[in-house]
């Protein structure tokens, strides 16, 4: 079976830094690019990152770019988020969907996400 | 502001046939797919369509998606109670190079 674990979550103060990590299990990880999306509080999607299967291909929503690292570890089959410089605004609960193929255009598969609050 | 719009509410009663419309530009819904996604109240998404019109093992044929221009809209016919969610359309952006989303509608089923 399928699984999606969100980890790492957790109340940060503004300037501060989280990693959050993702374990799967239940698929062939490296085949399948992965990506992260968020939902703050009573509000819509947002599309942060994502990553092709191999790690060699990395995309950002301007958003976050240059201070969210996306990553993934192939052989412990983890998928992390890098989070610096967090501002009130990155406050939301952080999912980490499977892409069907190597490019993350879409997810069919989404874990129960983790919640990520920065407040002084 | 999303870069894809949607209506931000819908309604209808049991059995009838509600649209929601999904409208974006000629850098994502123009040239890419189009995907949609259901939030049941306090659960994570589910993808409901993928490639415009395409459902998942599992989707009922109540809910069906189309694409025209750089419009798409998912219908959702025979209104269950069970389907009241939110829904999100999707979509690839080449000048964005990332995903974009609607700002989602909330279907209410009277």
């Known amino acids: 079976e399928m699984q999606l674990v969100e980890s790492g979550g957790g109340l940060v103060q503004p300037g501060g830094s989280l990693r959050l990590s993702c374990a799967a299990s239940?698929?062939?990880?490296?085949?399948?690019?992965m990506s992260w999306v968020r939902q703050a509080p009573g509000k819509g999607l947002e599309w942060v990152s994502g990553i092709s299967g191999s790690g060699g291909s990395t995309y950002y929503a301007d958003s976050v770019k240059g201070r969210f690292t996306i990553s993934r570890d192939n052989s412990k089959n983890t998928l992390y988020l890098q989070m610096n410089s967090l501002r009130a605004e990155d406050t939301a609960v952080y999912y980490c969907?499977?892409?069907?193929?190597?490019?993350?255009?879409?997810?069919?598969?989404w874990g129960q996400g983790t919640l990520v609050t920065v407040s002084s | 502001q999303s870069v894809l719009t949607q209506p931000p509410s819908a309604s209808g009663t049991p059995g009838q046939r509600v649209t929601i419309s999904c409208s974006g530009s000629s850098s994502n819904i123009g040239i890419n797919h189009v995907y949609w996604y259901q939030q049941l109240p306090g659960t994570a998404p589910k993808l409901l369509i993928y490639?415009?019109?395409q459902r998942p093992s599992g989707v009922p044929d109540r809910f069906s998606g189309s694409k025209s221009g750089t419009s798409a809209s998912l219908a959702i016919s025979g209104l269950r109670s069970e389907d009241e969610a939110d829904y999100y359309c999707a979509a690839w952006d080449d000048s964005l190079s990332g995903v974009v989303f609607g700002g989602g509608t909330k279907l209410t089923v009277l």
């Open positions: 239940g698929f062939t990880f490296s085949n399948y690019a």
């Open positions: 490639r415009n019109n």
């Open positions: 969907p499977k892409a069907p193929t190597d490019k993350p255009y879409y997810f069919d598969y």
